[in-house]
């Protein structure tokens, strides 16, 4: 049980000012809540399990190469987020109150599946969940633990995403969005160059 509550505790506090926060508050502003809870907890289940499975192999992958991949990713997503926030057509659409239309819950899961594991990967949070797991020899309530933790904080992030999507223009979140998705491009490729 131990490893269970060390887990949970280490992963959740790590976590809640993390870029897992922003990220799935971003998504929450951009898709339906459901979807998106659904999607961030396979990505973070499968995390989990790679994480716990592996142990400490995790913390031997080079820093500089999972900054990279990080970097890159955050980067193509601030692109994504600009591009559309910036768009005439979607300011237009959602200023007459008609939206840009519903995403199907398959597409808006797999969109916050794929979001959250590519940022996931190699963060503090998996690299902690591999350490804990060699190292109380529990892969299994590490695994628990962790994945509880980030649950979550998915679950904190989507009921404030929520609510901000129902005060502010989706243009306005999709603009700020892409900006702290930027930042996390360039903070991850100055770590990557470090």
Do not use: C, N
């Amino acid at each position: 049980m131990i490893a269970f509550a060390s887990a949970f505790a280490l992963v959740f506090v790590v976590e809640l000012p993390d870029k897992t926060l922003v990220a799935t508050l971003i998504l929450t502003t951009r898709y339906r809540a459901w979807p998106v809870f659904v999607g961030v907890s396979a990505a973070f289940a499968l995390q989990v399990v790679i994480a716990a499975a592996f142990g400490g192999v995790l913390t031997l992958l080079p820093e500089q190469a999972v900054a990279a991949v990080v970097a890159l990713l955050f980067a193509s997503g601030a692109f994504l987020l600009l591009r559309e926030g910036f768009s005439k057509q979607v300011a237009d659409t959602v200023d007459q109150g008609t939206g840009t239309g519903p995403v199907s819950f398959p597409r808006a899961a797999l969109t916050s599946f794929g979001v959250l594991f590519a940022a996931e990967w190699g963060d503090a949070s998996q690299i902690a969940t591999a350490g804990l797991s060699a190292r109380y020899a529990e892969p299994v309530l590490v695994g628990l633990g962790a994945w509880l933790a980030l649950v979550s904080v998915a679950g904190i992030a989507v009921l404030v995403g929520k609510r901000l999507a129902e005060r502010i223009r989706a243009h306005l979140i999709q603009r700020v969005a892409g900006l702290v998705f930027a930042a996390f491009a360039v903070f991850a490729g100055v770590q990557a160059i470090a």
